[in-house]
């Protein structure tokens, strides 16, 4: 059920492409989710050409479960704006990438550019292009985020935060959580760690990211969904499910949703 707060939890089902509508309902009910963050792609239940026809459909039969769209993870083409305005889905979610090749002020004006046929369609159809930040060459932090917002209505582009891509830039929650919160579209709650990938011996040290359970990362969740119930947030927080190295993805993500909801209570 729906938190006292407004707040939705939400399953992202990229990991799920094989299960049917029915078993995916069924599913995420059980584990005790009341929205998603629908993977509309080639190999999903609906692909992207597919979307004006199949999606709402879709969205329905997830209603029935008890599971409310409030994203989709998809590209950012006309079918997709389509379709998530007939089935009623607000946001679409996608990454900017940045050309390391170019100046960091010629990579942004690039990037304007490529996504302006994409606000086009967004005023179009009503439905909102959702930026998140991620690590790699792209824009990866909080700063850079609010930054390039700043050119595009709220209606047009709203931010999607995520704790595992702010901690990884560095970032204190509260302070990132500032720059983006007028414009706050959706949370993503993931954590991770880094870790060393190679022994001891080895004539250099690497390391790599390592995306964990809510419990066991750098990102402080309680903090984050302190913040948020203290500002009034009332919109979708969808935990990513994005773990390294393991299988038990039903067990992990059960025990994530209970502690996110135990962390928003506290």
Aim: aromatic share 10%.
């Amino acid at each position: 059920m729906g938190e006292s707060t407004g707040i939705r939890f939400a399953a992202f089902t990229k990991p799920f492409m094989s299960l049917s509508a029915q078993e995916l309902g069924e599913g995420l009910r059980e584990i005790g989710f009341d929205a998603i963050e629908l993977c509309v792609r080639d190999g999903y239940p609906v692909s992207p050409k597919e979307a004006p026809e199949k999606l709402p459909a879709f969205v329905q039969e997830m209603k029935e479960y008890g599971l409310e769209a409030v994203c989709a993870g998809a590209p950012l083409c006309e079918e997709v704006f389509a379709g998530c305005q007939a089935a009623g889905i607000p946001l679409i979610r996608t990454l900017v990438p940045l050309n390391t090749a170019l100046p960091y002020a010629q990579a942004l004006d690039q990037a304007r550019r490529e996504l302006e046929p994409a606000a086009h369609l967004a005023e179009r159809y009503g439905v909102a292009v959702g930026i998140q930040h991620h690590y790699g060459p792209m824009l990866n932090n909080s700063t850079q985020l609010a930054a390039f917002l700043q050119d595009y209505p709220p209606e047009i582009c709203a931010a999607v935060w995520d704790s595992a891509q702010s901690i990884l830039a560095g970032e204190e929650c509260e302070q990132a959580l500032d720059q983006v919160y007028p414009r706050l579209g959706m949370v993503n709650l993931k954590n991770v760690y880094y870790r060393r990938s190679n022994g001891t011996e080895a004539e250099k040290a690497q390391y790599e990211r390592w995306f964990t359970t809510g419990r066991q990362g750098m990102a402080d969740w309680g903090r984050i969904l302190r913040y948020l119930r203290g500002h009034g947030y009332q919109g979708p927080i969808c935990l990513t499910h994005e773990y390294s190295g393991q299988s038990e993805l039903k067990r992990l993500l059960r025990e994530d949703l209970e502690y996110a909801r135990q962390c928003l209570r506290n």
